[in-house]
């Protein structure tokens, strides 16, 4: 699959836009609680809906199948996380998450693993969420100015507390190793 023609740099300037209105700098680390709050959207662990043990019991059935969730009860938009998840997988999911309600996609699909149903998106959606989320959380401003202090995506992830491979996703995909080194 690949992203829309103009997808990456329309991702570009509304995660700036977005850290923006956040008082955050091109090169702030984003707190996605911060960003759910400010698009009223309400962030609750799985293990305040169902046991801790129900939830070990579907990552068993199938490994990582459920990271996060959006629900609308009420009118109102829900993300659920899986307390499972490492806090920087946490926050990638919630970013996920958070990128599907930006970019106003139809949770419409529904899956069912081990007896419990997922609502889902299509998957030309669901890689946009996922390049959209990594943009929230590592606008390319901030990759430019880890790289030119030399850091990698395993410094990047610590830093500003997302995962490797999502920090691995940004450095790569948008070239600023390239493009710092080409000065």
């Not at 977005?18 to 955050?24: A, G």
């Not at 943009?135 to 390319?140: E, F, I, K, Q, Y």
Request: charged letters at 30%; one cysteine or more.
């Amino acid at each position: 699959m690949t992203l829309p023609r103009g997808f990456k740099a329309n991702a570009e300037r509304e995660a700036l836009r977005l850290r923006r209105e956040l008082d955050l700098s091109d090169t702030d680390a984003l707190n996605v609680d911060d960003l759910a709050a400010h698009l009223k959207v309400k962030i609750v662990s799985a293990e305040k809906l169902v046991s801790h043990t129900r939830l070990e019991e579907l990552e068993r059935v199938q490994a990582y199948a459920f990271s996060a969730a959006t629900f609308q009860v009420s009118g109102r938009n829900i993300v659920v996380t899986n307390p499972l998840r490492t806090p920087g997988r946490r926050a990638s999911d919630v970013a996920h998450e958070l990128s599907h309600l930006v970019l106003k996609h139809d949770l419409t699909e529904i899956r069912e693993v081990n007896g419990m149903p997922f609502r889902t998106c299509r998957p030309d959606e669901e890689e946009q969420a996922t390049a959209f989320g990594g943009t929230l959380m590592l606008p390319r401003p901030l990759l430019l100015g880890a790289v030119r202090r030399q850091w990698g995506p395993a410094q990047i992830a610590e830093h500003y507390g997302v995962t490797e491979e999502m920090a691995r996703y940004r450095y790569n995909t948008t070239g600023v190793a390239k493009q710092v080194r080409g000065r």
